[in-house]
């Protein structure tokens, strides 16, 4: 089977693999490993998602749930996380690498998860936000990679490269571009020795690079490089064995370089030469291609007045086009039915539609309740203040104010045990209402998928889900009060930071934010996921309050008997006038952000009982108008 692929004949290997395996009883792995195989057949070769992702979902659940093949498991997730991006599905491609991230990450497992998410926003066309992650997964790549796989220290890091330079490009930047595709040119030279069984590979690279090099002298306006270079991608790769379908769409170029620049004798034998019943291999033909053909040839055939031609290539230039685009729709057409048609899908949000509305008496009955208590506070208090007036006015006996005592300290301890039963209540409440807030907010992603609705339903399921999001923080905040400092291991204090900053990451860049760390690798004894909480609720404060282009910057400080860490913005700063009180729980100095974020108030209480449970301290400095900075110490 080896040889039928290292010979180009990929559809005869998946049949022998057919045959081979079909009478036999497979393990887990040779389960695993034909499906992975299958897959890649379909994504990579056969160009064929829908397929691909059938088999992608199958090599899931093969694995799924079995300790020992956690790796394959974690494999599986990010393949099919390639699938749902080749498909356009960007949102469940990206919630996917995250699962197989975490997995990777808490069993300490080394996965390139950067390089997926730099392709995912490259493939948006997010040229600027893929660049960072497309760096960062060159150098995981070269660390995690199997130094023996071809795949894995060859062709995916020179093609995360080539990549960067053509993100360079996009964003017109050709001095960028020309840096990463020479890096990749010498990336390609040094290595390619150690496979000498893919002697080829490195060739058909350099032709595809010399193609999109090409491609930046034409925007530096240098024609001559331009045109020497698509001559060397077109020499390399227009054989078979090689990237025909790269060379034909280099020679589509080269007759538009020599059709825009007057050279016409030139651009009319390449496109005699490329209208020849032999100029395309049957598997490189694309009606891309071919549409690219069709459109330089109407504008050549224009340019020397040869209507009739210009004509007809124009004609079927517009037809396929048209075709092409009905194709896309019907696709985009099918990606929704497919995720309508998903059975656990489906089932699930009619057991949420259900739930949803078991619970609205609950929901009712809640706020009813919070509004008594309120008011059997307020009268609690009154009370109290008519009694102390009542008792200066008087001026009672002795006996008589130990007897108010005494009815004081009965008043309290049936408001303590209230305050306590109202905890006890909303943390229930609050616990009910998750499960329902979560499908609503589920249930309004999907419904934001059809593209056949109106402005104003795409308004209202818009509002539907960001209530449910803030719904959803402020039950997981009620959740997280009071609880105790847990389990407590060593950890690496900047992993923890790493990880949050590359968590709210994308929050920072919404509002064209940046943020630095510079920390030591200090290990302390803490509850990580607690501290976790503290570190991302700092950080998203600092996200909220600072205004565009702002950098937040995160550092540490290793003292005698702790390690302090700070995060400072250059925000609106906080009112002296708040002091300590921004540490109070429901207190009254809640604030909306720079772009009228909203706060509940609760995210620093929860942070100051974090920290204190660890034996720790939270303080700040702040200058109005210019930045706060806060710091927690935890005990070395």
């Known amino acids: 089977m080896d040889d039928l692929y290292k010979n180009g004949e990929q559809d005869s290997a998946i049949r022998y693999l057919d045959r081979l395996t079909s009478p ?49 498991y974690i494999s599986a997730l990010f393949l099919r996380g390639d699938v749902l991006m080749d498909l356009g599905l960007y949102d469940d491609a990206f919630d996917v690498y995250v699962r197989g991230d975490k997995i990777s990450q808490a069993k300490a497992r080394c996965f390139t998860m950067a390089k997926r998410i730099g392709f995912l926003r490259y493939r948006q066309g997010a040229y600027q936000a893929a660049i960072p992650y497309l760096k960062t997964g060159f150098q995981e790549q070269l660390q995690c990679g199997n130094p023996s796989s071809f795949e894995e220290s060859f062709v995916s890091p020179q093609g995360v490269l080539n990549t960067l330079g053509v993100c360079f490009y996009n964003l017109k930047q050709p001095d960028s571009a020309l840096f990463y595709y020479h890096k990749a040119l010498s990336f390609i030279e040094e290595r390619k020795n150690k496979f000498p069984e893919k002697k080829n590979f490195p ?121 092409i685009e009905t194709a896309s729709k019907g696709q985009r057409y099918v990606d929704v039915e497919h995720g309508l048609k998903d059975a656990d899908k489906a089932q699930m949000i009619q057991l949420l539609k259900k739930d949803a509305q078991s ?89 934001l998928e059809d593209e056949s609705l109106s402005e104003i339903n795409l308004h209202m399921l818009h509002l539907v889900r960001d209530a449910g999001s803030n719904a959803l923080s402020l039950i ?120 009228a974020e909203e706060s509940f108030g609760m995210g620093l209480a929860i942070s100051k009982q974090i920290i204190e449970s660890h034996g720790g301290r939270i303080w700040y400095t702040s200058t109005e108008g210019l930045g706060t900075t806060f710091y927690f110490s935890l005990p070395l």
């Open 359 to 447: 619970k609205k008496l609950l929901i009712v009955g809640a706020i009813i309740l919070i509004i008594l208590i309120f008011v059997i506070l307020y009268i609690v208090l009154r009370n109290l203040k008519h009694t102390r007036a009542n008792i200066a006015k008087l001026n009672v006996s002795k006996s008589q104010i130990q007897s108010q005592y005494v009815q004081l300290t009965q008043v309290f301890s049936v408001l303590e045990k209230s305050h306590n039963e109202n905890a006890t209540i909303m943390k229930v409440v609050a616990h009910d209402l998750r499960g329902p807030v979560s499908g609503i907010i589920h249930a309004a992603k999907l419904m």
């Open 24 to 72: 036999l009883q497979l393990t887990a792995v040779d389960h695993w490993s034909i499906l992975n195989t299958k897959t890649a057949y379909f994504l990579r070769y056969k160009r064929m998602p829908d397929s691909a992702l059938k088999y992608a979902d199958s090599l899931v659940k093969v694995v799924k749930d079995k300790p020992r093949l956690l790796s394959h």
């Open 476 to 595: 997981n905040e009620i959740l997280n009060t009071h609880q105790g400092l847990g389990e407590v291991v060593p950890t690496d204090i900047y992993t923890l930071l790493n990880d949050s900053s590359n968590l709210l990451h994308f929050k920072a860049e919404a509002k064209l934010q940046k943020i630095q760390i510079s920390a030591e690798h200090i290990v302390v004894l803490v509850n990580k996921d607690k501290i976790s909480r503290v570190i991302n609720n700092l950080i998203i404060n600092a996200i909220k309050f600072s205004s565009a282009n702002d950098t937040i910057t995160i550092a540490t400080a290793r003292q005698e008997q702790e390690v302090v860490v700070s995060i400072a913005d250059q925000g609106v700063g906080i009112p002296a006038h708040m002091g300590d009180r921004i540490f109070e729980m429901f207190s009254d100095n809640g604030r909306v952000g720079t772009a």
């Open 203 to 323: 060739f058909r690279a350099q032709g595809v690079i010399y193609g999109n090099m090409a491609n930046v002298f034409i925007q530096k306006g240098k024609l001559g490089q331009a045109e020497q270079y698509l001559l060397k991608s077109i020499e390399i790769n227009d054989k078979k064995g090689f990237e025909v379908g790269d060379a034909q769409e280099v020679k589509v170029r080269l007759i538009s370089l020599y059709s825009d620049n007057g050279q016409y004798q030139k651009a009319g034998l390449l496109i005699k030469a490329m209208d020849h019943p032999n100029a395309f291999g049957s598997k490189e033909r694309s009606p891309e291609l071919i549409l690219k053909f069709h459109q330089v040839k109407w504008k050549y055939y224009e340019r020397i007045h040869d209507t009739e031609k210009a004509y007809l290539n124009l004609e079927r230039f517009h037809v396929l086009n048209d075709s």
